[in-house]
């Protein structure tokens, strides 16, 4: 059996968005959401939640009513029904890499005595993910997750496609992206297909996680649609995720989780 969990990393520090973990979608804050979502994939006691905010933390206790805990850094610890592992201020800042925090949470659990197959990283600013897209990942990480395991979600590229592209030779002169140069002239629906990751699911072997790696060379890939690929970088798609009509979004866990 495949020894798993799963970590939602929220820090309270945002360049594009101000407290963007704590910002709310259809009355949830992101961090809320995703955990929320981590209950269709494993057991409440394998989420983990990452963080160095007292603020995100007392956000998830009220909403999920627990009352008993501790913020003991560099840990990982109860909380309520999940875990929770209270970063340092090295593991926080904005040079911090989520693999760096990946490995801490795995060598604490080392230490715990809680084997460790692979990790699935949900992250807060994906927040939306459909009970079908859940069961899928739950379903594979039982069947197919092992120590070498490489997963990403990613959606296709249309509009903003590399044979579309330019690099900045100097200030008024372009250069055109390399490897598409057969596809310049070619109509939209004409063009290769082109994915980019979306942040909306990643799961890491063991083997990666040591090596400090989010994905492999080769990962295996979980495609999205949207509007189940938004992935909150910057206002314009905080914009985008609040006006997603309800109707859209029937079945998100989080519409029925109340």
Known sequence: MVSSFVVIPARGGSKGIKNKNLIRIKEKSLTVRSIVHATTITEKKNIILSTDSKEIVENIAEFFGITNYKFITNQISEFG??????????????????????????????????????????????PFRSHEELLQIKEFIGSNGDRSTSLVSVCL?????????????????LEELKG???????????????????????????ELITEKLQYSKQPMSFKRKFPWSINIDGPADLLIAQNIQENELSNDPNERFK
């Not at 209270?86 to 809680?114: K, Q």
């Not at 590229?157 to 008024?172: F, G, I, K, Q």
Request: glycine share 4%.
């Open 157 to 173: 590229v249309e509009d903003m496609h590399p044979a579309r592209m330019y690099t900045e030779l100097n200030v008024s002169t």
């Open 180 to 206: 598409f140069s057969e596809y310049r002239a070619c109509r939209r629906q004409d063009l290769p297909e082109v994915f980019i990751r979306d942040g909306g699911f990643y799961i890491i072997g063991n």
């Open 81 to 126: 029904p999940f875990k929770i592992h209270f970063r340092d201020g090295d593991l926080s800042s904005d040079e911090a890499l989520i693999t760096e925090v990946l490995l801490s949470v795995r060598n604490l659990l080392l230490e715990m005595a809680f084997p460790i197959d692979l990790l699935c990283l949900l992250q807060p600013t994906t």
